[in-house]
């Protein structure tokens, strides 16, 4: 019998994830330039993951 493709091991799935959390979302914006030091980290405006 096949195993199931979600018990596979995490090391095998390497897709892009299409959300991300709110330290790779600053930091995205600090690539770009939309991030300043002291602004607040809720409410952030949605980001594309990097390629």
Do not use: C, Q, Y
């Not at 090391?11 to 959300?19: G, H, I």
């Not at 979302?25 to 993951?49: Q, S």
């Amino acid at each position: 019998m096949s195993m199931h493709r979600s018990l596979k091991g995490a090391s095998k799935v390497a897709a892009r994830r299409n959300v991300l959390k709110r330290f790779e979302r600053i930091e995205v914006m600090k690539a770009a330039g939309k991030w300043k030091e002291g602004d607040r980290g809720r409410g952030l405006p949605k980001t594309k993951a990097p390629v």
